[in-house]
């Protein structure tokens, strides 16, 4: 292997391999390391953050998550819904007092996003919720209220949002 490397100066070079006379093993090997060593180099670099209730989730258990058109991501764990910017935790409960609040704090299988940028969250024994974000109250559902048959349940594990805008439940 003879390398040759050139300085046309300002910082401009350029590296020239000449493979003669090389063992095909030596080649393969020195390829495999230089397209390695050149393709981490190229990588971004990513970094972890684990997130708990020690910074602000109100369960470590989660049943749901969702990223909007914002890029905010919505989590749905056993305790309460949550909206991660990537810097803060806005918690969302249930109040009995309040008609606004989501319906229920166990938030089940499915949430989603629907074409008017509302958020479609299914709740354990609680039904459905949406949230509107222009106005940043819920909208609930229930399957409680005699207009459903009396052996469903108050569960929806998954949602469909047709084009149309209708919800279906599953």
């Keep these: 292997l003879r390398c040759e490397v050139a300085t046309l ?5 350029f590296m020239h391999l000449s493979f003669r006379a090389m063992k095909p093993s030596k080649l393969v090997l020195i390829l495999c ?5 050149f393709g981490a180099m190229a990588q971004p670099m990513f970094y972890f953050r684990n997130l ?3 910074n602000g989730l109100p369960s470590n258990v989660i049943h749901s998550f969702c990223q909007d058109r914002q890029g905010q991501i919505w989590i749905g764990t056993k305790d309460g819904l949550v909206r991660y ?3 803060s935790f806005t918690n969302y409960y ?6 606004n609040s989501i319906g229920g ?6 949430m989603q996003e629907d074409a008017k940028g509302r958020i479609w969250i299914t709740l354990h024994g609680k039904g459905l919720s949406r949230f509107e974000p222009r106005t940043g109250k819920f909208t609930n559902f229930s399957f409680s209220n ?8 108050n569960d929806a594990e998954q949602l469909i949002i047709k ?3 209708n919800v279906l439940l599953i």
């Design 9 to 13: 100066g300002h910082g401009i070079g």
């Design 33 to 37: 390391f230089s397209v390695m060593l």
């Design 52 to 54: 708990d209730v020690a």
């Design 85 to 87: 910017d990537g810097v």
């Design 94 to 99: 249930h109040d009995p007092l309040d008609t």
């Design 105 to 110: 704090n166990s938030i089940s299988w499915d």
């Design 146 to 153: 005699g207009r459903f048959k009396p052996s469903w349940t």
């Design 163 to 165: 084009e149309n805008g």
